[in-house]
């Protein structure tokens, strides 16, 4: 395993149409992330799992979107009913979280991303 | 809320000359881990620096530094000796220690002129 893996790299729909993203973090790594980045922004924080449980997510969450990882491994971002304004790199990132009062890890490991276009 | 602000839309610096991009901070909170990355035209991060806020040291790794300021909350990050591949996207983050997300800036695009 030599890194996070998105499938699909890239994906065009229709607006109206409902899309599934995957990722596929380090295998050791217990927290898993989802990010929105649209052009010429840095990545927006959508949420986040620890193991299995989804612990945050962000007002830009809106019901039409959800995100699972059931086994604490793969995870799944579905878009339903997808708008124009969807189109954007969703991107995934895991790390070995210890916990502790201070952050422990040098770096958040991305994911090569999954842009989607809704046309 | 936390924040982070790179106001330098773009920057370009000449073949092997430094260049220092600029990254300011806002946080109450005293545990915390600051980032850079640097994102090519292709679209994945790359993660190059971290300092977390007890470090009483600038990090630096390679070519890469981070000019950290504690009491200014910048950390900006210096890339000494550039080169044609550094043209790129850089993003400077920070997480607290809860960890629950990074916080982006808004990025630097940086082109080295040969």
């Known amino acids: 395993d030599t890194g996070v893996s998105q499938d699909p790299r890239h994906k065009i729909t229709k607006r109206g149409q409902n899309v599934t993203f995957r990722c596929d973090p380090i295998?050791?790594?217990?927290?898993l992330y989802w990010y929105r980045q649209t052009l010429g922004q840095g990545p927006e924080f959508l949420t986040y799992f620890q193991n299995e449980a989804q612990l945050e997510k962000s007002r830009l969450l809106s019901d039409r979107f959800s995100a699972e990882r059931p086994k604490g491994s793969f995870s799944t971002l579905e878009i339903q009913r997808t708008e124009q304004g969807d189109s954007a790199m969703y991107l995934c990132?895991?790390?070995?979280?210890?916990?502790?009062?201070?952050?422990?890890?040098?770096?958040?490991?991305f994911g090569p991303g999954t842009r989607l276009t809704v046309l | 809320a936390q924040k982070i602000t790179q106001t330098q839309p773009g920057m370009f610096v000449q073949e092997k000359e430094a260049v220092t991009l600029d990254c300011t901070y806002d946080t109450s909170d005293q545990s915390y881990g600051l980032f850079w990355y640097k994102q090519p035209s292709s679209g994945e991060m790359i993660f190059l620096i971290y300092?977390?806020?007890?470090?009483?040291q600038n990090a630096t790794e390679g070519r890469y530094s981070l000019n950290f300021q504690k009491a200014r909350k910048s950390a900006n990050l210096v890339i000494s000796a550039s080169q044609l591949g550094d043209s790129a996207m850089y993003f400077c983050a920070m997480t607290l220690s809860t960890g629950n997300q990074f916080y982006f800036g808004t990025g630097t695009s940086l082109t080295v002129i040969p």
């Open positions: 990132a895991s790390i070995p979280w210890l916990g502790g009062a201070y952050p422990n890890t040098d770096t958040q490991y």
């Open positions: 295998s050791e790594h217990n927290r």
């Open positions: 300092q977390g806020s007890y470090d009483e």
